[in-house]
């Protein structure tokens, strides 16, 4: 483990209905990252929290909707989905200043 | 808006040869270059990293050479190795510490 734990998995949902994706950081890291990677699009940043602050949304169908308890926490809630969603969603966090990220493993998510 | 284009996309060599991978960049007030490379099913790990004020980096087989002029950076693996095999994305810091990547490159070693 790198100190990025992402639950769950593998997440099969229908259009209809409503998961979350869980994301937990070790590292005392202070910034969080949501991505996208699929075949079309590797690597897609979705949203970036700092300090508990979301500071980034990149254009992102509200279907998606990120939220940060604490520093520690990251979740991506998600409803109504469309097949075109099915991916590998990773997180990421970095303690800032221009330094690496760490990710997780990530959710690979099928919508059907 | 801020951008990363990677090359090549696939790159095919024979084991012990060299593989080069080149980077561009947009935002020249980027400062941080990272590599990351993904095994197949696996995480994107770091696997070297440069900051602006050099201008090449080393560890072992691994080397990464940085043109902030021309906003060019480059990826260099030497004597590869079957297990070398992966996707390869590079990345340039932007804002907020995100970092935004290039397409990938899809890197076969050959016995």
């Known amino acids: 483990e790198t100190g990025v734990t992402q639950t769950p998995r593998h997440l099969v949902m229908g259009m209809t209905n409503k998961k979350s994706l869980k994301c937990e950081q070790h590292l005392g890291h202070n910034a969080m990252y949501w991505y996208k990677q699929s075949a079309k699009k590797p690597l897609e940043l979705m949203f970036v929290?700092?300090?508990?602050?979301?500071?980034e949304n990149n254009s992102v169908p509200s279907r998606f909707s990120p939220e940060c308890p604490n520093s520690s926490h990251l979740f991506l809630h998600l409803h109504t989905l469309q097949p075109e969603d099915s991916a590998l969603y990773l997180c990421a966090s970095s303690p800032g200043q221009g330094r690496g990220y760490t990710f997780g493993s990530g959710t690979r998510l099928t919508v059907v | 808006g801020e951008n990363v284009e990677q090359h090549p996309s696939t790159l095919s060599v024979q084991e012990g040869d060299s593989a080069v991978i080149k980077c561009t960049y947009s935002?020249?007030?980027?400062?941080?270059f990272p590599w990351y490379k993904q095994e197949l099913g696996k995480r994107p790990q770091l696997i070297i990293d440069?900051?602006?004020?050099?201008g090449e980096k080393k560890d072992q087989r691994i080397a990464v050479t940085l043109n902030k002029t021309a906003k060019h950076f480059s990826l260099h693996i030497t004597e590869t190795q079957p297990e070398d095999s992966a996707v390869y994305f590079c990345a340039a810091v932007g804002g907020y510490n995100k970092l935004i990547f290039g397409a990938g490159t899809r890197l076969a070693v050959h016995p």
């Open positions: 440069i900051r602006s004020n050099v």
């Open positions: 935002d020249s007030a980027s400062n941080y």
């Open positions: 929290y700092s300090l508990e602050e979301r500071v």
